[in-house]
């Protein structure tokens, strides 16, 4: 792969690049589609990254329907798919992680230890692979963009990245590869998350500026169904991730809530167009 | 600097680069000599990196000549010379770091904590401004060469890393931008690192292998001195730097020891050669 893109760089090609953990749907594709817009050549990669996850979690059974990925890749005129084992990526021995702190260890960071080291170091193994030009990055992980982000700052790392807007099902529910877990009313029952964060920009826009009644009417509302147990609900500064206390400028409202036995995240930004017709 | 280098490799130019805190001495020449050699540039860097201190070490007063750092590398006809400052490379909210467990812990790591951690991420930090192909180290610094190998090699950065001899003064003493510390008495006594370091080569070329005894003798030669405190004597394994207990194999025996208020390390790689002659 490395060996590919030095030969597409020596002839001044731009690579565009969407690191994926496969399962691929239309919030993926959307990344796939506007990498192929903005460069000469498109890379995927599809690396379930074992370090990510943590020992109680799922990565054993989280999804890995390659064929179908490998189909899609096709249907969308990506030029290269990068498909490494995980002997190939952790070799035995071992032993560089890459870490951004505090920003590591908030929001889904706080119940996933470790977590986001994991995604820093395979996300930095993934650049120094593909080398791109421009890397794409979804929404709907907001704290996974933000930490890359400072990532490639901190590093200095020539790579631009490009965050897109989350893809949602006609229902609401933000895509995401873990959604086939869901039974049928659990499925249902997804839809409080979206439904939520709605609920909070229209309170904002109806001019409610402290965050404390705006997570009090929230977790009122994901509580009301019976499957759902919130892991947070929180508002932070987009920069530091840090709470806040009121709504002055744009901000991140995130959460994420487990449905039944799986774990789902979501979020939505407030801009400060938003604000200001509250 | 990113974009001169881009616009080299751009026109398939080799850049070798040679990362310094300044103050350079023969040593650090003999980097950038072999670097003129291997290369169609040669970029140096002089940055005293201050997350690689700690806070009872000489930041502070770590020699900065620049004038005459200068002149040298226009003397070795370098390219580019890369000085920024540390708000440049550490700018407000910087918080992304890159560390080699284990390798960082022990030997000069057990003393200097944080030392190693601070050294890879500033090291990844202008790799992936300067972009090398190939990047010189002096073998003085092994366990930091060492560090620097797995860092390259775990986290796939495309760099070769060229590891140059210790370059030693006449007297034995291996030159270091912090021997202008020692006074004339201290300069004296410093020269016992390299004699240990010789006296330990000559035991195993007549037939000792055991690590215990030899540590045992190359700490009373050292000690024989009166402003000589050991910080550390020790005969590690290559791959991991882990203490052995018998000579098989070719071995690091690397040693720190303050000679006065000042710290200075040295060290001999013992080769296979070494030992089947014993």
Redesign the interface.
């Known amino acids: 792969m490395?060996e590919i893109v030095?030969g597409l760089?020596?002839r001044?090609k731009t690579v565009g690049f969407v690191p994926t953990m496969g399962a691929l749907h239309e919030g993926h594709l959307s990344l796939i589609r506007k990498a192929r817009k903005e460069n000469d050549f498109v890379v995927v990669s599809i690396f379930v990254n074992p370090i990510q996850f943590g020992p109680a979690e799922d990565f054993s059974r989280y999804p890995r329907p390659i064929k179908q990925d490998i189909h899609l890749c096709r249907e969308e005129n990506v030029d290269f798919l990068f498909y490494p084992t995980g002997n190939q990526m952790y070799p035995l021995?071992?032993?560089?992680?890459?870490?951004?702190?505090?920003?590591s260890d908030v929001l889904c960071g706080a119940a996933r230890r470790g977590h986001f080291r994991g995604v820093?170091?395979v996300v930095?193994?993934l650049f120094?692979?593909v080398?791109p030009d421009s890397a794409y990055f979804g929404q709907k992980d907001a704290q996974q963009a933000i930490i890359i982000q400072?990532?490639v700052k901190?590093?200095?790392?020539?790579i631009r990245i490009r965050v897109m807007p989350i893809v949602r099902h006609k229902s609401g529910l933000a895509l995401s590869s873990r959604n086939i877990y869901l039974n049928e009313k659990e499925r249902r029952d997804a839809l409080c998350l979206s439904a939520a964060l709605k609920f909070a920009k229209d309170l904002i826009k109806s001019g409610e500026r402290n965050c404390q009644i705006i997570i009090k009417k929230l977790r009122e509302f994901i509580e009301s169904k019976k499957t759902a147990r919130i892991e947070y609900v929180s508002i932070v500064d987009l920069?530091?991730l840090k709470p806040i206390e009121r709504i002055t400028d744009k901000c991140l409202i995130a959460l994420a809530v487990r449905i039944g036995k799986t774990r789902l995240i979501d979020n939505i930004l407030i801009k400060t167009y938003d604000i200001s017709r509250g």
């Open positions: 490395q030095q760089k020596g001044n021995g071992f032993k560089t992680y890459v870490a951004v702190e505090q920003l820093t170091t930095c193994k120094n692979i080398q400072r990532m901190d590093l200095n790392m020539p920069n530091n």
